[in-house]
């Protein structure tokens, strides 16, 4: 018994510290995507940040919300986390659609074609699909609204769903990283470093979404 919850508490201490990183590590890439871009320096400018700070920042911290050992309001009731949860993946749709509406435009006035490369294609399906998403978060805040499915398999639904578009949004931001203008920017050890930053959020989150619901659903009887 002893080792058990030794066991567990060595468990339960990775995963705070997990948490702790990717709370950490999804503020100083931010801060970094912000400081080489310099947002208000042109137009071009605002797109990286506003994409960084939506699915680098308000998506992990929304996913957090709900972590039981790293969560910044796990003292609040869950009512609350989950309208939490709901205002910042707002904040992150809209962060998302403005860079998104950004780059289209600055595209259209140089004149250049648009969603050419993978980063464009997986960028504008992540945006729609965090659309999507909280618009099918609707569904847990009112389950009334579809009377024949049950409130635990909507939110294991939604926990899949969420985790593919976190996941989308890495592989955007991973892909933006190798962009000319990246890579121009960042060389070096720091490039190394800003291209481990989505990866290793990227595994935190699905450490967590995958033993908070998915593995926990698989489980039971």
Known sequence: MAVIETESDIYRWLRLASGVTAHLVALTFTISVAVVARPGSSLFSWHPFLMSLAFAFFMTEAVLVFSPESSLVRSFC??????????????????ALLGLAIIIYNKHINSKPHFATWHGLIGLITVLFIGLQCLAGTTLLYPKLLKNWTL???????????????????????LGMCSLWFTASVTGVFWYLSILCPVLTGLIIMNQVSNAYLYRKRSQP
């Open 152 to 174: 635990a398999k909507l939110k294991t639904y939604h926990a899949t769903s969420g985790l593919i578009v976190y996941l989308l949004g890495c592989c955007s931001l991973f």
């Open 78 to 95: 869950r009512n609350i986390r989950v309208r939490i949860h709901w205002a910042v993946q707002l904040l992150s749709l809209f962060c």
